[in-house]
């Protein structure tokens, strides 16, 4: 079983629709839970990071951690079509020294 | 502010060859982390580097090596190049070794044939 576990996709919507990305993750000492943007051809860019449980709002971004369940989210509210990228969720252990990243899910706004 | 710069964008090799990838972080930050990315994967780690120190490394072989300098500036060696080493590189830096949000530079693409 893989430390973090992303549907691939690739998840098509309609432009403004609301978009819920999810992550699974096994190794409970995971404190820290970034998510990045990857457009093709370049690096991945950080849209949040959350430490421990609890959601984190940021425009039209908010980030949601369910310890209990091992179980991250990410909601896109009004998706536009410059959010067709692929969204990596990387847990990080607290001191620790790496981001473990998901395979990462496709996400394609239809305008 | 620039942000974490790579060189060189792309690189063409021959396997068994030997490759240098250089990256630049973000003024201010003491730490460079160096990632693999496979197509169609997340990119894996490779080595973390503080204060010109190693502070971690991954499942990767003796082939990959790295170190940093004392502007905080990182090189990625990679000997005996395999066609499996083919993939994206990137390199990220943050403020400090723990704890803190890594930025990504936009990679070097090898390609190994």
């Known amino acids: 079983q893989k430390e973090v576990e992303q549907d691939p996709g690739p998840l098509s919507v309609p432009e403004g629709a609301i978009v819920s990305l999810n992550c699974t993750y096994s190794?409970?000492?995971?404190?820290?839970f970034m998510w990045y943007r990857q457009y093709s051809r370049k690096g991945p860019e950080l849209l949040m990071y959350?430490?421990?449980?609890g959601n984190k709002e940021d425009g039209r971004f908010t980030a949601q951690v369910d310890k209990s369940s091992k179980y991250i989210s990410l909601f896109i509210r009004d998706s536009q079509p410059s959010d067709s990228a692929t969204y990596l969720c990387?847990?990080?252990?607290?001191?620790?020294?790496?981001?473990?990243f998901g395979a990462g899910t496709i996400l394609r706004v239809k305008s | 502010d620039a942000g974490v710069t790579q060189s060189p964008t792309h690189l063409i090799k021959t396997r068994g060859q030997h490759v240098t990838l250089r990256c630049s972080p973000i003024?201010?930050?003491?730490?460079v982390s160096w990632y693999q990315q496979v197509l169609g994967q997340g990119p894996q780690f490779i080595f973390q580097?503080?204060?010109?120190?190693?502070?971690g490394r991954g499942n990767f072989p003796d082939r990959f090596s790295a170190r940093q300098f004392p502007n905080y500036s990182s090189e990625l060696n990679v000997n005996a190049l395999l066609l499996g080493d083919s993939a994206l590189y990137l390199c990220?830096?943050?403020?400090?070794?723990?704890?803190?949000?890594?930025?990504f530079g936009n990679g070097t693409r090898l390609t190994v044939t």
């Open positions: 003024s201010g930050h003491k730490s």
């Open positions: 990220a830096s943050s403020l400090a070794s723990a704890n803190s949000p890594l930025h």
């Open positions: 959350t430490y421990s449980s």
């Open positions: 580097y503080y204060e010109k120190e190693e502070r």
């Open positions: 190794n409970s000492a995971f404190q820290y």
């Open positions: 990387a847990p990080w252990v607290e001191y620790g020294n790496k981001l473990v």
